[in-house]
């Protein structure tokens, strides 16, 4: 409980020290107007309340991965804590915070085409590609979650409780939410998706400090307790993504960015949004070994029939530790959260599509004309096995993140400022996803030892690549 309680003290601590040291960096410019003023358009550029685009952007980046994530990745012991607070202070904020601003001082643009004024254009055309795979994948990874955990729920209603009529349901509202203008659907149900959350958070903390159990303490951080022996370096580092850092959030970044009426209110949404993402994940990894008793407990209780299912940790507790209305409460909030990156994970590749087309999106039947080849990709990716989904989504998830910091640290050296906050975590990353699709059984199925030499060796070459561009780039400077 100790490192519980202190760790959640240090995330917030987080927020409040080093998000002021990252602000002061990037350097906001308050007088300066925002692209929702200077683009207006009533559609994606239009000036909203700065609570709504926090909460929005919460919602947006939340998914099930800092819940689900985080139950999986205690069972690699307390380094888990370590990872959420760390990662999300000094990676995971620091990507969304210097993204979400570059992107605002960028008009809004989309990801790919921020990434590609920084490492060139033909990066900016594998980000395209990158990143319309990964907003596709979400979308359809974010039908078939929600619909499962609502057909549990209604399992009981025949033909009305079934998986496929939830996720007609569900892919239905993200038609719309992709099609209408940001603040006529998605700005009026976000609040109601935002309380549903919000409750699950706090009812469920309240849980861990009410009711008897055993929690690790950090004595064994370094200690993997995974039942199938998985080490902590790199399969922890990937199974907790959302919760630490994640590429995907990047893309969702510069749609609040369009809608935000001043650059200081920018470590509030950005960094903001991402510590409190660290704070659900936190509560989950907590309270999910806190209900369970031991890493054995947790490890069986997830998987009745053999294969690991969070849902399972997720249900039993609702319903044991906040009673009948609360654990509706907090079920609904689990499943607000991948619809609400289902959502503007469709309309986020509709705004990549149709900047590198230089379509406008002025008309519903332009949006639509750009969002129906998206909509059939998703519907034949459905028919694909979820487990086979959900790897190459993770692995292309924090794969994203590399790029983004990348190239943030190239944007901090042409506009003269400290890139380090931006370069440590960008090697790291490098390290961790290099290191992982070369020992997973989805990617080379390597050896461990051998694995990391190799992410070793592509770290070490990607810096020096770095180092001999900044050694070029400062003497042309200086002519």
Known sequence: ?????????????????????????????????????????????????????????????????????????ILYGPAAYLWIVFGCIFAGAVHDYLSGMISLRKGGSSLPEVVGDELGSGVRLVMRVFSLILMILVGTVFVTTPAGLLSSMTDSWGIWGTPLFWSLIIFVYYILATLLPIDALIGRIY????????????????????????????????ESHHPSKLSIFPML???????????????????????????????????????????????WAAAAIKFAGSYENLATMMAPAGKSNPAIIVNAICQDWLGTVGAILAILGVVAAPITSGDTAFRCARLIASDFLKY????????????????????????VNF??????????????SIFTLWAVTVWLVKNKKNFYISLLPALFMTMICTTYIMVAPEGFSLSQLLGTVIGGVVTIALLGMFVRWLKIYRSQDVV
């Open 360 to 383: 406008k999106q002025d008309k519903v039947w332009r949006r639509l004309l750009i969002s129906l080849p998206l909509f059939v990709v998703a519907i034949i990716l459905m028919n």
């Open 1 to 73: 409980m100790i490192t519980f309680c202190t760790a959640l003290v240090v995330l917030i601590l987080g927020y409040v020290i080093y998000g002021a040291i990252v602000e002061k960096i990037f350097g906001v410019e308050p007088e300066r107007k925002t692209p929702c003023y200077t683009m207006q358009d009533g559609v994606d550029y239009t000036p909203m309340p700065t609570w709504k685009v926090y909460l929005i952007q919460f919602l947006n980046i939340a998914g099930t991965g800092p819940i689900f994530g985080a139950i999986l990745g």
């Open 237 to 283: 580092f990937i199974t907790i993504a959302c919760g630490a850092i994640s590429g995907f959030h990047a893309t969702q970044s510069p749609m609040m960015a369009r809608c935000m009426k001043n650059e200081k209110l920018g470590r509030r949404v950005f960094y903001g949004a991402m510590i409190t993402e660290g704070i659900v994940a936190l509560i």
């Open 191 to 222: 609040p109601i998706f935002g309380f549903a959350l919000l409750f699950m958070a706090l009812g469920v903390l309240l849980g861990i400090f009410t009711h008897d159990g055993w929690m690790p303490e950090i004595t064994s951080a370094f």
């Open 387 to 400: 487990d086979i989904l959900w790897r190459y989504f993770a692995w292309f998830n924090q794969t994203l």
